[in-house]
């Protein structure tokens, strides 16, 4: 049931990031643009609240007392994420549901090879750091989780 539900919310969090995807793809079309500072890209629906591995790491070093090892094994899966996930926001060959699949499995690998990097009363803390986190994304988007499940008929 655990995972049942951290699976809901990555996918949560990947449709969620999906949408901002649209905007970012037409965006991302002119290439004249020069680069756009985070703030501003956050401002623009870009990179949804993404911060870099390197904060991300010491943010979840606080909330989860991360130890030195832990924290080089984190940061660079977070770094290996935003490398995939950045590549896959340059290819617009496929459609958008594809994509969005893709984004959510790369996000969904990365959140379980971080939960099996912690010790048990971290992943637990972890597991509600997700469901919380779940939690506010369907509270924010009215309750609609937007996920693959057609509603009953």
Do not use: Y
Not at 14 to 41: C, M, N
Not at 111 to 121: E, K, T, Y
Request: net charge neutral; proline share 3%.
């Amino acid at each position: 049931m655990l995972k049942h539900s951290l699976l809901t919310g990555a996918l949560a969090v990947v449709l969620i990031g999906g949408a901002s995807l649209a905007v970012a793809q037409d965006s991302t079309q002119s290439d004249s643009a020069a680069p756009q500072s985070q703030a501003q890209e956050t401002h623009q629906g870009r990179h949804h609240r993404e911060m870099d591995p390197a904060k991300r790491t010491q943010h979840l070093t606080k909330k989860l007392n991360l130890s030195a090892d832990q924290q080089s094994k984190v940061q660079g899966l977070l770094q290996d994420e935003q490398t995939q996930m950045q590549g896959m926001r340059q290819d617009t060959s496929g459609s958008q549901q594809d994509r969005r699949a893709k984004f959510m499995e790369v996000h969904m690998n990365t959140d379980d090879q971080i939960r099996a990097v912690l010790n048990p009363d971290q992943q637990k803390k972890w597991d509600e750091m997700q469901s919380e986190r779940k939690d506010r994304m369907m509270k924010h988007h009215g309750g609609s989780d937007q996920g693959d499940s057609q509603p009953p008929q």
